[in-house]
């Protein structure tokens, strides 16, 4: 590389980028949570990296083929992999293998304060505590995405057909179905669990009113959604899937039925890949198919501030730790960036 094209891609930085650290991993970073102070990442080659300001990242290699699906559970990480793991890990390293399903995959993890959760093929395993062996809940279809309401009282469970919910009573787990024809994968509960979400293969979302499974069919999109968070206490459902970041209403008593979303963070030619809310903030990070990220605020006459230049890679995930003074942006071909959120940080 010679020195003007040097000097080029350094005017180029943003300030984030300029006070930040870049990683070079090698592999796709596929998932990223917060525990405590520090971020963990999954990646492709099976290791899971601990992530802090000031210091070198900790590697764990915790699976032999690809990190598939990862959550926090208290000061640990769950994590599952296609070698057929299911495992809790620490931040200084220490490995717990709760269950190992051989040539089966570990598709979906989740977790609510002392129940841990995991998915093989059409089975959810569920471990709650002082109890060594798991119950399970059988589906009519692969698992695609497992999601727990804040009570930690429901569990969603996307699937071909639908979304089943089982509601824990008394020790027991019964199931209501909501049925849409297609294949969902990634769930989601609104944050007053009045509605019920899911991504598509078929480029759109689908979603129900719980108490009258009425459905919500949010079409339109030009790609699969790969991502979406909830932003704001009002809430919005911001996805990923198109040129910008689509902002549904979730307010009311109809939601969004019958209304237009609201559309910040114009990529322009890029397609949106993944977004994160700012904690506490009316507000989204969109990350795009060349690696740049914005920043915007869920109002369409307010621009953008660019987070991150164009890296040439697609983003795979945002990840804001728990006091919003870091953020970490990792992409497809294993780069990731930890900087401060703010300049006196």
């Not at 469970?157 to 209501?176: C, I, M, Q």
Request: charged share 25%; glycine share 10%.
């Amino acid at each position: 590389m010679n020195a003007d094209l040097e000097k080029l891609q350094e005017s180029n930085k943003t300030e984030l980028e300029r006070r930040g650290s870049i990683f070079n991993i090698g592999a796709p970073a596929t998932e990223a949570v917060t525990i405590r102070d520090q971020i963990a990442v999954g990646f492709g080659d099976g290791t899971v990296r601990f992530f802090q300001s000031g210091s070198d990242p900790k590697t764990v290699k915790a699976h032999k083929g690809v990190v598939l699906s990862m959550t926090n559970y208290e000061d640990h990480v769950l994590t599952g992999g296609d070698d057929g793991r299911f495992l809790k890990i620490s931040s200084d390293g220490n490995i717990d293998e709760i269950f190992n399903f051989g040539s089966k995959w570990v598709d979906c993890v989740a977790s609510h304060k002392d129940t841990k959760v995991c998915s093989s093929g059409k089975t959810v395993y569920i471990w709650t505590k002082n109890k060594d062996k798991p119950q399970t809940l059988e589906h009519q279809s692969t698992v695609a995405g497992l999601a727990f309401d804040n009570k930690g009282k429901r569990l969603a469970v996307s699937r071909y057909g639908g979304v089943t919910v089982w509601k824990l009573n008394n020790n027991k787990w019964t199931a209501s179905n909501f049925t849409w024809k297609g294949s969902h994968g990634t769930v989601t509960f609104s944050p007053d669990t009045k509605y019920i979400v899911t991504a598509m293969q078929e480029n759109q979302i689908h979603g129900w009113r719980i108490n009258d499974k009425a459905d919500l069919a949010m079409r339109g999109y030009p790609s699969k959604i790969k991502s979406f968070t909830w932003v704001g206490d009002t809430p919005y459902l911001v996805t990923s899937g198109s040129s910008d970041a689509v902002c549904w209403p979730f307010d009311g008593k109809e939601g969004p039925m019958g209304r237009k979303p609201i559309v910040v963070a114009n990529g322009g030619k890029e397609l949106a890949t993944f977004v994160k809310a700012l904690n506490g903030e009316k507000a989204v990070f969109t990350g795009f198919t060349d690696g740049s990220v914005l920043l915007a605020e869920i109002d369409e006459s307010k621009k953008p501030i660019m987070i991150r230049s164009s890296t040439g890679s697609e983003v795979s995930t945002i990840a804001i730790s728990s006091d919003n003074s870091q953020i970490l942006i990792g992409d497809m071909k294993g780069s990731i960036l930890l900087s401060s959120l703010w300049a006196d940080n």
